[in-house]
């Protein structure tokens, strides 16, 4: 359904600050507090001023005697002021209905800088999916589904009790399980589309939350089982079973047994062998030996780390890590060697260790035996400071204090100004220009640096109005004029335009010459 609803909007500096569209028939009001509609600071309007109530018929629009702008009222427009002027009771105001088409701009005081915006609106009502009818429909719907199934679970023998709980049970599955279905087809494509990726999402995440979970503690030691393979943490050794007890033997046992009492067992095969075979003691008889027996641990069983493919890349990293030049690990010792400590250069041999060979100051070394040699001072670094001799005078004729390739001083002299003051006089816009004298010779300076040489006279006419601020869209270079440098005058021109001058309410047109020379 569609309905016609008011439209307000609060506008400072031509930029809408709010905006509101009124569902129900309320009031809108101005004040400085937050409980107005629109806040706004002391316009002049008593407090909490309704400037739109709703009447009879409508809304009511209330004007004041310094209101200014627009309104549209009946499909006729009119000027606020006018309508004030014509309608206004004895305290300044006026009020008339608008509705249907009507809008209106309002300037809320004189400034212009307030204003109202009103029109009226077609908004369209939501669409309402569980109205009345349609929960007495499902209520009615819920009790006869239930009641159903519930003589359904009684007559196969079920009892009461557990028959209504079952009928209740999946009837109100089903209300539910319909009533989303039903609110679904009725959404737009773009909310059902957003449900079903939401839907896929989580259950994807809860997916692979199930499948990730392997329900290890990481932190207990040794630690993950996926990185530490299925190595035994400690050696388990089997546990040999305790000796039985021996029965006591009676006396005809005793003579049987006491003949194989003296056959002796033959000696069993051990593996042990080195120190731990000799910490036993030797006996009478020789212990036998395993001829499979073998010094070395068995090597560590082929999983995670220590798969064949695995192993090859550590074996290549250690070998690769070991496989290196000794060149590295010799080096020098300090700033110095002394003679025979260490070799270098082609011999025969490593040329590392006593050596014959000799060397010289300049560092090109000998051969020898065990390669050439270095002397004391081949590999000084401090070997002294340069010796650049003295201070030597400078070419050219130049012999003053003023002689270099420095940056050259440079001098602005101002001269009267002159033109049509309007108000103001030559000393005031003399005292202003040459209170920025060093701005006008930066500008020069700068200039000076790159093109050596330049220089002379420079007049700037300029337009001042009557607050004292220099039109920027009114300087130029005047004639008579001898320096000839775009940089400098735009330079100058822009630092002109900020001038401040004192506001003597005349418009002035000033002709400020400018002389720049180089100093001495």
């Known amino acids: 359904m569609s309905r016609v609803a008011l439209r307000a909007a609060l506008i400072w500096h031509d930029e809408v600050m709010e905006d509101l569209v009124l569902d129900q028939a309320r009031p809108i009001t101005l004040g400085s507090t937050r409980d107005a509609t629109f806040v706004v600071p002391d316009l002049g309007l008593p407090a909490a001023f309704a400037v739109v109530r709703p009447g009879n018929r409508g809304y009511l629009l209330t004007l004041g005697a310094r209101m200014r702008g627009t309104v549209c009222l009946g499909g006729r427009e009119q000027d606020v002021a006018a ?45 309402q999916y569980f109205t009345k009818p349609v929960l007495i429909a499902g209520a009615v719907g819920w009790l006869i589904s239930s009641a159903a199934l519930t003589l359904l679970w009684r007559w196969k023998d079920v009892p009461i009790g557990d028959a209504a709980f079952r009928g209740t049970g999946l009837a109100t599955a089903a209300l539910i399980l319909g009533a989303i279905s039903w609110s679904l087809i009725r959404q737009d494509g773009e909310s059902q589309a957003s449900l079903a990726f939401s839907v896929l999402l989580h259950g994807a995440l809860l997916v692979m939350s199930y499948q990730l979970y392997d329900g290890e503690n990481p932190f207990v030691w040794p630690g993950p089982r996926s990185l530490a393979g299925s190595y035994l943490v400690t050696r388990l050794e089997k546990e040999e079973p305790p ?25 069993k095969n051990t593996a042990t062998k080195g120190d731990e075979g000799k910490s036993g003691g030797k006996g009478e008889t020789e212990r036998a030996r395993d001829p499979n027996a073998r010094d070395v641990p068995p090597e560590p069983p082929k999983v995670q780390f220590f798969e064949d493919k695995n192993r090859k890349v550590l074996d290549n990293i250690i070998d690769r890590n070991l496989a290196t030049s000794l060149s590295k690990f010799t080096g020098i010792k300090g700033d110095t060697l002394t003679r025979g400590s260490m070799g270098f250069g082609p011999g025969a041999g490593t040329g590392v260790g006593p050596g014959e060979g000799t060397g010289t100051r300049r560092g090109s070394g000998k051969t020898g035996p065990g390669g050439g040699g270095n ?6 670094t401090g070997p002294g400071k340069i010796d650049t001799g003295t201070n030597r005078p400078g070419g050219g004729g130049c012999k003053g204090a003023g002689c270099g390739t420095g940056p050259k001083q ?51 006419h300029f337009k001042i109005g009557g607050d004292g ?52």
């Open 375 to 380: 002397v004391e001072g081949d590999f000084v």
């Open 410 to 460: 440079v001098r602005v002299a101002m001269s009267d100004p002159s033109g049509d003051f309007g108000g103001l006089t030559a000393e005031e816009i003399d005292r202003v220009v040459k209170a920025r004298a060093g701005v006008f010779r930066a500008c020069y300076q700068k200039e000076l640096n790159h093109s050596p040489g330049i220089g002379g006279k420079l007049i700037i």
């Open 243 to 267: 000796e039985p007890p021996k029965p006591t033997p009676t006396i005809g046992a005793a003579q049987n047994a006491a003949p194989a009492a003296d056959t002796k067992a033959p000696p």
């Open 469 to 520: 601020v220099v039109q920027a869209g009114n300087t130029s270079t005047a004639g008579g004029s001898t320096l000839r440098n775009d940089a400098v005058e735009q330079c100058v021109k822009s630092n002109v335009n900020r001038l401040r001058f004192p506001a003597k309410g005349g418009v002035a047109n000033v002709n400020y010459p400018f002389v720049f020379t180089q100093g001495g």
């Open 83 to 127: 309508l004030v002027r014509t309608e206004a009771d004895s305290g300044g105001f006026c009020a008339t209905p608008i509705g249907g088409r009507d809008w209106g701009v309002v300037e809320l005081d004189g400034s212009g800088h307030y204003k109202l915006f009103f029109q009226f609106v077609t908004v369209d009502d939501p669409p």
